[in-house]
């Protein structure tokens, strides 16, 4: 017989694109797509997260998939909710939940009402204890940054739906800025070149696929390219057409320019001990955006400052939710 109860800490990242949660001794449990699959007609859910996210662009009528999270805010409530109960289920067959610790990370646009019902939401699985904290100190935290020193750390974590750029000391955020320039944007712009440069539609997961394998944002030796296909804007027909690395450069230039004067902004506004810091060491970029390739040597060729590319770029927010409990314990 077991008498002792085992007590776990985990963290979870509600992201626009990606839900990821962590169990502290387990690993990365969940890594799925922040995506809810609905009958239109009696808002039932259909399907959540990778199984969701495929049939984007693929639905027929009366079914819908839906990104209940848009631009750092939710955007759907009550589906916002049942996809995150549906993960926590997926995970708690291994009985996880039952007096854990649960830290999670959130965009930073959310409202208090939000907060408080992400809460109320967490709760209810059984937890002893739920933290809330924001996107860029988790990601700071899971990147390896010395967060708890008096000292200036520099994050930009380039999500789907916002950037966030901040600089953290002792535990606090001391200037940040969230702007709704990121991944889906860059997608949308690579839409949007398609169909002036090439006269063809192509939908949303095409966009991301060619962002992904080939796309850059720093000139380099190696040009790759990509044959894609879509619908001719006059004919209707499908039609397959070849784009160029340099093609889709040119593509992200004015999303990508976004990012880059929001990152001076905040660099201007950063007192200047702390600017002393972050020219030391570096800035760190962390989301999935920071694979896109090239952009580590863009931010670098822009400001002077060198940038490093976190480890596991994806992963960060949802480490760091999880060692934020740590941290806690020792303060
Ligand atoms: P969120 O925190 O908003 O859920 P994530 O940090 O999970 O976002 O990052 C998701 C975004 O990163 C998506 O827009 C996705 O297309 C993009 N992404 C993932 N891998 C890459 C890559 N290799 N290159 C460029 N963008 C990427
Ligand atoms: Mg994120």
């Given at each position: 017989m077991r008498f002792f109860i085992t007590s776990k800490d985990i963290g979870i990242d509600l992201g626009t694109s990606n839900t990821f949660l962590y169990v502290k001794g387990k690993g990365i449990l969940l890594r799925e797509p922040s995506v809810v699959t609905v009958n239109t007609k009696n808002r039932q859910v259909l399907a959540v997260g990778i199984d969701a996210k495929n049939m984007t662009g693929r639905t027929p009528e009366g079914i819908e998939t839906i990104q209940p999270l848009k631009d750092g805010v939710i955007a759907n409530f009550d589906l916002t909710?049942?996809?995150?109960?549906?993960?926590?289920?997926?995970?708690?067959?291994?009985?996880?939940?039952?007096?854990?610790?649960?830290?999670?990370?959130?965009?930073?646009?959310?409202?208090?009402?939000?907060?408080?019902?992400?809460?109320?939401?967490?709760?209810?699985?059984?937890?002893r204890k739920v933290m809330l904290i924001e996107e860029s100190v988790a990601a700071a935290i899971g990147s390896g940054l010395p967060v708890n020193e008096p000292v200036g750390n520099m994050i930009i974590n380039i999500g789907g739906g916002t950037t966030e750029v901040a600089v953290i000391s002792l535990q606090g955020i001391v200037i940040s800025k969230s702007l709704k320039v990121a991944g889906d944007e860059l997608d949308k712009a690579i839409i949007g070149y398609v169909k002036k440069e090439f006269n063809l539609i192509i939908g949303k997961r095409t966009a991301e696929k060619v962002k992904i394998e080939v796309g850059s944002v720093y000139a380099d030796e190696d040009e790759r390219n990509m044959k894609i296909s879509g619908r001719d804007l006059v004919t209707g027909f499908p039609r397959a057409v070849t784009i160029t690395e340099s093609q889709i450069r040119e593509a992200l230039k004015e999303p990508v320019n976004s990012v880059i004067e929001a990152i001076k902004a905040v660099i201007e506004q950063t007192p200047p001990e702390l600017t002393a810091d972050i020219m030391d060491k570096g800035i760190m970029i962390s989301g999935g955006g920071a694979l896109l390739k090239g952009l580590n040597k863009l931010i670098y060729s822009e400001i002077n400052i060198p940038v490093y590319i976190a480890e596991d770029p994806l992963d960060c927010s949802v480490l760091g939710a999880g060692m934020c409990l740590d941290i806690i314990d020792k303060i």
């Open positions: 909710e049942q996809m995150l109960k549906k993960f926590i289920d997926k995970v708690n067959g291994k009985g996880v939940f039952k007096s854990s610790r649960i830290a999670i990370s959130h965009p930073s646009g959310i409202t208090e009402v939000e907060k408080r019902a992400i809460n109320e939401v967490i709760s209810q699985v059984g937890a």
